[in-house]
């Protein structure tokens, strides 16, 4: 990718980075693209580096997953996906008449709806930055149905596709989300409009890199949310602020190690070539790369079954969640938690080890006055 106005990223060193991954994911599989969905994932958990380099690489984790013996069943079921894109569809058709009545268009006739094909995805990127422009110098309104925009993660280029983008005539850039769960009495289930904020977090980072380089243009801190009202297919829609999980989303983005930095930690010869290495092979490449599980992977990462199975036998206390793992300090396993509870282990002086400690003497003394048996 060139470094220009349009595409708003710097030159990385393309040739040997792309050298680099391939041959790591094997030099005839085409690169598995990156998503918001996945980006918002990884930025919730930076500390992985496995992650980093595999979605880095753009490793197939699913069929990596299967191939190590833990499958995870993992993405969006045929009708969910067959139901967001017929409701999109009608959100869209007919000029994009109902998702424009929803941000106050009453004339579609007025709002400039540009063409965005361009050839390969540098291309595109390329499109959607001239379009932007141009719509921002016109001073009217605007609508970009899927732009592609980029972003730079861990030193490599993410391409991204946002359902849509207005353009106000005051120069207003607002990130559209189409959604295909319900909006019952003016609201959504919790935890899916958190899913779509941190995503759409994603975009407006994106779209602000453009932004920077656009004169008169301004990214919206909040997004467009369009569901379904109550249980009909009448499309609705809601302002929903994503500046925590843009600012969230950018410091953690941040801490990603470099791709190459992690790659060139590996042994020589380490390969996630799914179609040409044994699975024994791909057990031993994947366990030279560190991971930090958490029970919250198992939504968010197909390795997820694997790496919890590692940290069972390595009896990790990130088994038992962040929060878990934060509050024990040093005490890095289970049965070093359980020692150091019953005074075997650890230092009285150390907060964690007098917490646990005080911890086990208020349940055997609750034990003792109700009668119920104790647990030595």
Known sequence: MSASLDSGLSRPPQTTRRKLLAELRGPATPPRPLDAR??????????????????????????????????APFGQSQFAIVRGNSFEAK??????????????????????????????????????????????????????????????????????????????????????????????????????????????????????????????????????????????????????DVRKQRSVTRRQLDRLTRID????????????????????ELTAAVECVPHQYAPECLAACELAFHCRSRAREADAVETLGRSVRGELGGLSTVGAVLAASRGEEGDPEDPAVAALRRARALRQEALTETGAPGCR
């Open 38 to 71: 996945a980006l918002a994932a990884l930025a919730a958990n930076p500390g992985c580096r496995r992650r980093a380099l595999l979605d880095g690489a753009g490793v197939d984790k699913s069929a990596l997953a299967a191939k190590l013996g833990s499958p």
């Open 91 to 240: 959100v869209k058709a007919d000029g994009g008449r109902e998702l424009l009545r929803l941000i106050g268009v009453d004339e579609p006739g007025t709002v400039s709806v540009p063409d965005l094909a361009a050839a390969g995805p540098e291309g595109r990127v390329a499109r959607t930055a001239l379009a932007l422009r141009e719509a921002t110098a016109a001073e009217g309104w605007a609508l970009l149905d899927h732009p592609l925009l980029a972003l730079e993660v861990a030193g490599s280029p993410v391409y991204l596709e946002p359902d849509a983008v207005v353009v106000r005539p005051d120069g207003g850039w607002t990130v559209v989300e189409i959604k295909s769960f319900p909006m019952v009495d003016g609201a959504a289930d919790a935890s899916k409009v958190g899913a779509a904020a941190r995503q759409a977090a994603v975009y407006v980072l994106a779209l602000e890199r453009v932004a920077a380089v656009t004169e008169g243009a301004r990214v919206a801190q909040s997004v467009l949310l369009v569901c379904p009202k109550d249980f009909s297919n009448v499309p609705t829609a809601s302002v929903v």
């Open 261 to 280: 930095e992690i790659a060139a930690a590996l042994p020589e010869g380490v390969s996630f070539d799914v179609a040409e290495r044994s699975a024994e």
